[in-house]
T-cell receptor
Framework: EDQVTQSPEALRLQEGESSSLNCSYTVSGLRGLFWYRQDPGKGPEFLFTLYSAGEEKEKERLKATLTKKESFLHITAPKPEDSATYLCAVGSWGKLQFGAGTQVVVTP | DAGVTQSPTHLIKTRGQHVTLRCSPISGHKSVSWYQQVLGQGPQFIFQYYEKEERGRGNFPDRFSARQFPNYSSELNVNALLLGDSALYLC???????????????FGNGTRLTVT
């Protein structure tokens, strides 16, 4: 069975203080690794899909990278509006196995 | 463009009752998936439907059932509610089909179910 572990559970950053979130996964065959952002009381919002080791994708202050065993979400010079829970998931065909998420709080 | 819409947004039920949750996918999306999210955890897969057929089922009891209609909207039904069924129920849609098996899921904002 696919397994996804995210660390740390929570992260508190000062505005402008860059950091990285980790997503370790165990799958029988990687079909896709997905990053989502979730705000309180909302559904997850899609950020990135990564398919193969070495792949990188960027969006504003976020950059996702993928190796054979883990993925990182780098947050560069974060702003308070980047505060959210970041979820990592593996799978395909509408069936995703999610990690528990990393709650990020960015203070001014 | 309208995203995934779910109704109702909040619901309070008593143990033993039955509940029906509804979902309308993004226009053009033919696949709908349901997830349960307990506070502090990631979403857990319940069902996937594509072209009105069940294409996947997670590790949930038979009290949980779902269906997809010809217009691709979907319902999730839960019978004999337990206190442990209290959660945020998320619906997600995607294009579906072999050519888009990795197309990302787009989630609605969920139905918050409280069982007392």
């Amino acid at each position: 069975e696919d397994q996804v572990t995210q660390s740390p559970e929570a992260l508190r950053l000062q505005e402008g203080e860059s950091s990285s979130l980790n997503c370790s996964y165990t799958v029988s065959g990687l079909r896709g690794l997905f990053w989502y952002r979730q705000d309180p009381g909302k559904g997850p919002e899609f950020l990135f899909t990564l398919y193969s080791a070495g792949e990188e994708k960027e969006k504003e202050r976020l950059k996702a990278t993928l190796t054979k065993k883990e993925s990182f979400l780098h947050i560069t010079a974060p702003k308070p509006e980047d505060s959210a829970t970041y979820l990592c998931a593996v799978g395909s065909w509408g069936k995703l196995q999610f990690g528990a998420g990393t709650q990020v709080v960015v203070t001014p | 463009d309208a995203g995934v819409t779910q109704s109702p947004t909040h619901l309070i039920k008593t143990r033993g009752q039955h509940v029906t949750l509804r979902c309308s996918p993004i226009s053009g999306h033919k696949s709908v998936s349901w997830y349960q999210q307990v506070l502090g955890q990631g979403p857990q897969f319940i069902f996937q439907y594509y072209e009105k057929e069940e294409r996947g089922r997670g590790n949930f009891p038979d009290r949980f059932s779902a269906r997809q209609f010809p217009n691709y909207s979907s319902e999730l039904n839960v019978n004999a509610l337990l206190l442990g069924d209290s959660a945020l129920y998320l619906c997600a849609s995607s294009l579906g089909g072999q050519a888009s098996y990795n197309s990302p899921l787009h989630f609605g904002n969920g139905t918050r179910l409280t069982v007392t």
